[in-house]
């Protein structure tokens, strides 16, 4: 293990090198399915739509006949076609999604029609194809819908069933086992009986976000400075866990038992990343799980969290890893910043005449959380930059789901 500090990009790749996707999977219906990863490709066996259709209200017609007076024959509506074949210089009065009459190659708007009693007069020119969607033309019938390792969102779900799917397979949920670390914590909703004492909020903070990712959370609670409830903790967690996670403990304060223990029990990869803040990440082996030891303070946690862990995550649970998107802006004002550490801070973009801004906002401390509430950005400053001048581009990261 060594010493020096290791950029970020390289601690992502070492970390994704590493680890592999789990394999298990199960079949879950389409209600279970939202946030769930793909375990094979999904290929349509029927066509949508399923036959060619009318866009929107109006009337099916031959677009060669449209020049002349038509004499309106019937009617269709969704699920209650016209039936029989469209006679010559005739048309029939079609509903958005009705299925387009045998003959008919086009359907023209009911605001282009002057119609007097069972006869129409069209008021435009009319192609074939005008406002017809084809059978097949949104899912073709033997085509892939979605690859393995996609992350359903309801759109997807939508797909589904718009296919007759009612289950998936999809792979099993990774298993996180979570705890924090420090004398100085106390749970939310009891007294602080001594001054030094502050409220866990790490081990909520982190909960929430893990919950946007949609894995088993094993929490572990709250574990005291102490060895060897840091070695039970680990024990319990190395047996249960795809990975486990704690808040504190992997800086080089002597309370800090983390790390003893984890080269105990297991192997520690690598604790020293070129990041602002988080600079005390831990990545390593336990047993058969992962781990990843997060910063005490909690906006370090947060951005370890996020832009450290999440990466690792999905790369476990089987998901096809982008990624995550980030954009150029302007900088709105003078930026403070030092050589030597990507610095992922707090900030807020938004657009005017065209051109994204973005500037710090709250404290800048690993310790506010506040900066991040009042946040909608990361401003992403490369690892050797110095301070930026107001109007300088720079790389800002939208929050993604786990932060909004």
């Not at 066509?47 to 002349?68: E, F, H, I, T």
């Not at 001594?194 to 894995?215: C, E, G, H, K, P």
């Amino acid at each position: 293990m060594s010493n020096s500090w290791l950029p970020v990009a390289d601690a992502l790749a070492a970390m994704q090198s590493q680890v592999s996707a789990i394999t298990e999977t199960e079949t879950v219906s389409l209600y279970e399915a939202l946030d769930r990863v793909l375990a094979q490709p999904v290929r349509a066996d029927i066509n949508v739509p399923g036959y060619d259709n009318s866009a929107m209200d109006g009337y099916a017609l031959r677009a060669a006949d449209a020049s002349q007076p038509l004499k309106v024959v019937g009617e269709a509506f969704a699920g209650h076609p016209f039936e029989g074949d469209l006679p010559a210089n005739s048309c029939v009065r079609i509903m958005t999604g009705a299925q387009l009459p045998q003959g008919a190659d086009a359907v023209v708007m009911q605001e282009n029609v002057v119609r007097e009693d069972a006869d129409i007069q069209v008021q435009t020119t009319v192609q074939r194809g005008d406002n017809v969607r084809l059978c097949g033309s949104d899912i073709a019938a033997g085509s892939v819908v979605l690859a393995a390792g996609q992350r359903l969102n309801a759109v997807h779900v939508g797909l589904l069933a718009s296919l007759g799917i009612a289950d998936i397979h999809v792979i099993r949920k990774l298993r996180v086992a979570l705890f924090s670390n420090g004398d100085e914590l106390v749970v939310p909703g009891e007294p602080l009986r001594q001054a030094s004492q502050i409220y866990d909020s790490n081990r909520f903070t982190l909960t929430a976000m893990l919950q946007r990712l949609n894995v088993d959370i094993i929490d572990l609670g709250h574990i005291a400075d102490d060895p060897d409830a840091l070695e039970s903790a680990f024990q319990q967690a190395m047996r249960s866990a795809d990975l486990v996670i704690s808040s504190a403990g992997v800086s080089v304060g002597d309370a800090d038992h983390t790390k003893n223990t984890l080269a105990k029990l297991g192997h520690i990869e690598f604790w020293k990343i070129a990041i602002k803040p988080g600079k005390p990440f831990a990545f390593g082996r336990l047993g058969d799980a992962w781990f990843c030891g997060l910063p005490g303070n909690p906006v370090a946690a947060v951005v370890t969290l996020d832009q450290l862990v999440q990466p690792l995550l999905r790369r476990m649970a089987g998901e096809q890893v982008t990624p995550p998107l980030q954009l150029e802006a302007k900088a709105a004002t003078a930026i403070k910043k030092r050589p030597g550490r990507t610095d992922f801070q707090r900030g807020r973009f938004s657009q005017r005449d065209g051109q994204l801004w973005a500037e710090p906002v709250g404290s800048q401390s690993s310790a506010v959380l506040t900066s991040v509430a009042q946040a909608n950005c990361f401003l992403v400053l490369e690892q050797e930059r110095d301070s930026i001048a107001a109007g300088e581009s720079i790389i800002i990261q939208p929050f993604d789901q786990l932060l909004t």
